[in-house]
C-alpha cells in the first residue's frame, strides 16, 4: 500500500474535520464497542498500574478507547514495564559493577548493556504505540472534544466533568 494509511472516520470526527470534506458516511467503516475491558493477566504490576491509569485518563473522552484498542495498550503497558524496570535495575548493577573485580565486573557489564538495550527498545515501542493510541502531546492536539463530551451524570441530575469532580472529592 502506497502513501499515508487512511485515517479512520471515528479520528477524523475527534479532529473536527479540518478540511471540511464530507465524512466517510458509507457506514461499511466497522465502530469497535467502547472499552478496553480489563488487562490481560499475564502483565505485570507495574504494567497493570499503567494499564488503570491510562484508562482512567483516556476513558473520560467518548470513543477514545475501544475494544480495538486492548491490544495496542497491552502493547504500549508491556513496554513502559520493561522500560522501569530496565531504569530501576541499571543504578544497581552500576553500584555493584564499581565494587565488583575481575570476571565478575565483566558479567555485570554484560547486564548492564543487555538492560540498556532493552530500555532503548522499550521506548522505540512506547513511541510507536503512544501515537496511534493518542497519547502523544502532538498527537492530542488534533482531538476535539464537543461540549458536553465525556461529562459524568450527577444523581439530581445535570452534568459535571471528571476534572471538577476529582477536585471536589479532593476538597472534601
Known amino acids: 500500500m502506497r502513501g499515508r494509511p487512511p485515517k479512520p472516520t471515528s479520528i477524523k470526527a475527534l479532529e473536527g474535520n479540518a478540511g471540511h470534506r464530507s465524512l466517510d458516511d458509507r457506514g461499511d467503516e466497522p465502530a469497535p464497542a467502547p472499552g478496553v475491558g480489563a488487562p490481560p493477566a499475564f502483565l505485570s504490576k507495574v504494567a497493570k498500574q499503567k494499564w488503570f491509569e491510562l484508562v482512567a485518563q483516556m476513558g473520560h ?40 573485580k575481575g570476571d565478575e565486573r565483566g558479567q555485570l557489564l554484560n547486564e548492564i548493556n ?59
Open 61 to 100: 473522552v467518548p470513543g477514545w478507547l475501544t475494544e480495538a484498542d486492548h491490544d495496542l495498550l497491552v502493547l504500549y503497558c508491556s513496554a513502559w514495564a520493561r522500560f522501569v524496570e530496565a531504569e530501576v535495575e541499571t543504578p544497581k548493577l552500576r553500584r555493584a559493577q564499581a565494587k565488583a
Open 114 to 172: 543487555l538492560l540498556t538495550g532493552q530500555r532503548k527498545q522499550a521506548e522505540k515501542d512506547m513511541k510507536t504505540t503512544r501515537n496511534e493510541l493518542g497519547l502523544s502531546p502532538a498527537s492530542r492536539t488534533r482531538i476535539r472534544v464537543n461540549p458536553g463530551q465525556g461529562e459524568l451524570p450527577l444523581e439530581g441530575g445535570g452534568t459535571v466533568s471528571p476534572f471538577t469532580q476529582a477536585q471536589n472529592l479532593a476538597r472534601a
